[in-house]
């Protein structure tokens, strides 16, 4: 810093106030020093600014698989909103939450610098999993950590009685489902939402299909509910897996949405393209990134804030092709 404040003939102080951004320092004088600072190949102590400031400007991001569709776009909008607050993001990825691969993942991020905590995804893991600094500003969504720590989570309960009342509505006698993964606290509050709609409606409650995330549960679930005739509709744990059990459905000559209803969870650009195009629940996928950043970024400048905290999302019935009245029989 010495050198570059000589070359700059400026004194160590305003060569300090340019590497930290600051804006009392002319356009001239700041473009000197940036002049000088790359002839010397001068970097900032980014450690040594953190310690002043006594803050990283680092968000930790811990998620569970993000090649999944979900994941990736709520991990974009932490991404986008942390870009905006000048924070940059650690990223951790997760194979098996409710293990010790969650613990060791929590204690590299925590002894890494970052100011925050945003949970992408954790599935059912609990607080056991979770160790972290006391003081530690943390947000998660849509997993069994809600309730326990600021969270920001898509209204999944309001979906799912869209899905389902808007099948029934059409006039079937009942909605089979094919559910996410049993580790996933989405696809817990999905099915029980799905089963408590059929019940006040008075209508049969059919044995679920156990599925995961991923479109070929839905073909392999589509190959069993297309040999029962009395399926006429459906509703699927998320959007990959309305695809594959229609893909299903075609090929044991079930049509939909003529003779199987179908509508998918999530909202993907992709359902508008399928064929038919598919009935679905959006949900804000990036709002939930940004939120989440939101209010971690609220801990770092205001304190703790009460583990109870919660951004409810609300979701989105998309109407396309994919249902209709069931067929005349």
């Given at each position: 810093?010495?050198d ?6 400026v004194?160590?102080q305003?060569v ?6 600051a804006?009392?320092?002319s ?10 600072m790359?002839?010397?190949?001068y970097?900032p ?14 968000i930790?991001?811990?998620t569970?698989?993000?090649?999944r569709t979900g994941?990736?776009l709520?991990?974009a909008?932490?991404?986008?909103a942390?870009?905006?607050a000048?924070?940059?993001?650690n990223?951790?990825?997760?194979k098996r939450?409710?293990?010790d691969d969650m ?5 590299r991020?925590?002894h890494q610098?970052i100011?925050?905590l945003?949970?992408?995804q954790?599935g059912r893991?609990g607080l056991?999993?979770l160790?972290l600094?006391?003081a530690m500003p ?5 997993s069994?950590?809600v309730g326990?720590?600021?969270?920001a989570?898509a209204d ?7 899905a389902v009342g808007h099948l029934l509505?059409l ?5 089979h489902?094919?559910s ?16 408590a709609?059929?019940?006040e409606?008075?209508?049969?409650v059919?044995e679920?299909?156990?599925g995961d995330w991923e479109?070929a ?8 509910l297309a040999?029962?005739p009395?399926v ?11 695809l594959?059990?229609i ?5 044991q000559?079930r049509?939909?949405p003529?003779?199987?209803s179908?509508v998918?969870?999530d909202?993907?650009?992709l359902g508008e393209?399928?064929?038919p195009?598919?009935?679905?629940i959006?949900q ?18 205001t304190g ?6 919660s951004v ?8 396309r092709?994919?249902?209709?009245p069931p067929?005349?029989r």
């Amino acid at each position: 810093m010495s050198d570059v404040a000589r070359l700059a003939r400026v004194s160590t102080q305003t060569v300090s106030r340019v590497s930290m951004g600051a804006d009392n320092v002319s356009p001239a004088t700041r473009e000197k020093v940036l002049r000088a600072m790359n002839q010397l190949g001068y970097s900032p102590n980014r450690a040594a600014q953190a310690l002043r400031r006594g803050s990283f400007k680092t968000i930790g991001v811990l998620t569970q698989q993000i090649q999944r569709t979900g994941e990736a776009l709520t991990t974009a909008g932490v991404l986008e909103a942390a870009t905006e607050a000048d924070y940059a993001v650690n990223l951790v990825q997760v194979k098996r939450p409710e293990s010790d691969d969650m613990r060791q993942a929590v204690y590299r991020l925590s002894h890494q610098t970052i100011d925050g905590l945003v949970v992408v995804q954790a599935g059912r893991a609990g607080l056991d999993h979770l160790s972290l600094p006391q003081a530690m500003p943390v947000a998660v969504s849509d997993s069994a950590l809600v309730g326990y720590y600021p969270s920001a989570s898509a209204d999944q309960v309001g979906g799912v009685r869209d899905a389902v009342g808007h099948l029934l509505a059409l006039g079937h006698r009942t909605v089979h489902h094919v559910s996410g993964p049993e580790g996933s606290q989405s696809a817990l509050i999905r099915k029980a939402t799905w089963a408590a709609c059929l019940r006040e409606a008075g209508a049969l409650v059919p044995e679920p299909v156990l599925g995961d995330w991923e479109a070929a549960a839905g073909y392999k679930a589509g190959l069993h509910l297309a040999a029962d005739p009395d399926v006429t509709a459906v509703f699927c744990g998320n959007d990959e897996v309305a695809l594959g059990l229609i893909r299903a459905m075609h090929e044991q000559g079930r049509r939909v949405p003529q003779d199987v209803s179908v509508v998918g969870f999530d909202g993907l650009d992709l359902g508008e393209y399928s064929f038919p195009p598919l009935t679905t629940i959006r949900q804000d996928f990036k709002r939930h990134g940004r939120e989440m950043v939101g209010l971690v970024l609220e801990q770092v400048t205001t304190g703790p804030v009460d583990g109870s905290r919660s951004v409810i999302i609300p979701t989105e019935l998309v109407l396309r092709g994919s249902t209709a009245p069931p067929p005349t029989r």
